[in-house]
């Protein structure tokens, strides 16, 4: 037991099990049917937060255009349901049976050729993951490349964010235009719409979020989530290391991007259609407040954070329709003043040494417990510069990977 508590500890896997245990036992039993689709919907956003703390609380970078990457994965979702619901016997009565009826009021007599793949399932979830990461790597390849960062590439993601709006509106012919993609009803003739169906997804979904969870705990435990921090905190001295910065920021940005699409998949299949209001400036700014409110370094904060601020826009609509908005933007300004890490710091400074000092445990043991990782951290640094009794040899490269 001693032993899979040190592990749990070790790996960080603790809350990330405590997480699970809220979203696949606690919610199902405790909610009903709606507030349980309800939670499945705020989860297709916890998506792109966990993307945000990889791209923004590690790498550095603020994006304010995740909300083109959440609607490329919902939109192209909803283009396989779409012609799945626009079958010639269903649409019989059209001028052009066989096509979305948004085309047909849109006198579009054909089906354009690039929505040719989406009428196979495997095609359409290659395409949801491989679009989005695809723009993303050109977009952070030709940013990066040029050392374009901070506030200036926060503002070219909004500007790619209000142009896809903009795009997606204007081409109503062919995107359904600001009424979006609607009556999305069957899932390769599985009916999304019935009880059990929503529960299923709602479970999919889950799994999904914590498969995610563990794939970037494990890049940050790895020396790829070290550069990532390194980069974010010393950019010039892991260049001089010889390290290229500007690939592994494409790559974070590309990982931030394929989880936002997987969180817009979700988001149409749990809710039923996909539009152009999901994808603009507004909601990728909202995006971002998940993250900070959870806490930007906190990948389990990340999602308690998207469920906190959709869960308070939900009950603060239904109970103040008239106040909503202030008592959001009330939230929003106490929890960043009074908790600049979000709720992950929240925990980590009174939650944690209050349960610690219940539990018996001074604040000698943490000291000695955080002690102890700085000695043996050190010994190969003493080891490396007391080797030939000199005190400043260089290095080994190794170590300068990893201490450099």
């Known amino acids: 037991m001693n032993g899979f508590k040190q592990w749990m500890g070790r790996t960080g896997m603790g809350s990330v099990l405590l997480l699970a245990v809220v979203l696949v036992v606690v919610f199902p039993l405790t909610l009903d049917l709606f507030r349980l689709n309800l939670v499945g919907k705020y989860l297709s956003y916890a998506f792109v937060a966990l993307g945000l703390v990889m791209l923004w609380g590690w790498g550095g970078v603020l994006s304010l255009g995740q909300g083109v990457f959440f609607g490329l994965g919902g939109y192209g979702m909803a283009m396989f349901l779409k012609l799945e619901a626009s079958d010639p016997e269903t649409t019989k009565i059209q001028s052009t049976p066989g096509i979305p009826d948004f085309m047909d009021w849109n006198q579009v007599t054909e089906l354009p050729t690039w929505w040719l793949p989406f009428h196979s399932f495997p095609a359409t979830v290659l395409l949801v993951?491989?679009?989005?990461?695809?723009?993303?790597?050109?977009?952070?390849?030709?940013?990066?490349?040029?050392?374009?960062?901070?506030?200036?590439?926060?503002?070219?993601?909004?500007?790619?964010?209000?142009?896809?709006?903009?795009?997606?509106?204007?081409?109503?012919?062919?995107?359904?235009?600001?009424?979006?993609?609607?009556?999305?009803?069957?899932?390769?003739?599985?009916?999304?719409?019935?009880?059990?169906?929503?529960?299923?997804?709602?479970?999919?979904?889950v799994g999904l979020l914590l498969g995610a969870i563990v794939l970037c705990t494990w890049i940050q435990k790895s020396k790829l989530g070290t550069l990532l921090l390194a980069m974010r905190d010393k950019e010039d001295r892991v260049r001089f290391s010889g390290y290229d910065v500007a690939n592994f920021r494409v790559f974070a940005f590309c990982l931030a991007a394929m989880l936002s699409a997987v969180g817009g998949a979700m988001f149409t299949l749990q809710v039923g259609f996909m539009s152009p209001s999901l994808v603009g400036i507004v909601p990728s700014i909202e995006m971002v407040i998940f993250a900070a409110v959870g806490g930007r370094m906190s990948l389990v904060g990340a999602v308690y954070g998207a469920l906190l601020v959709n869960y308070g826009k939900t009950y603060f609509s239904e109970t103040f329709p008239d106040l909503w908005l202030f008592m959001m933007a009330g939230l929003f300004l106490g929890v960043v003043l009074a908790f600049p890490d979000g709720l992950a710091g929240l925990y980590t400074d009174k939650v944690k040494p209050w349960l610690m000092k219940r539990m018996g445990r001074g604040p000698a043991a943490p000291q000695a417990e955080a002690a102890a990782p700085a000695a043996v951290a050190a010994t190969p640094l003493r080891r490396a510069t007391e080797g030939n009794g000199a005190t400043d040899a260089p290095l080994p490269p190794s170590v300068q990977g990893q201490h450099g």
Request: charged share 10%; hydrophobic share 50%.
């Open 129 to 205: 993951l491989g679009v989005p990461t695809l723009l993303a790597f050109v977009i952070g390849f030709a940013m990066f490349k040029r050392r374009v960062g901070g506030v200036y590439f926060a503002i070219i993601t909004q500007a790619v964010a209000l142009i896809l709006t903009v795009l997606i509106i204007g081409q109503q012919g062919y995107t359904g235009g600001v009424n979006g993609m609607t009556d999305l009803k069957t899932l390769a003739g599985w009916d999304t719409r019935t009880d059990s169906a929503k529960v299923i997804l709602y479970f999919v979904c």
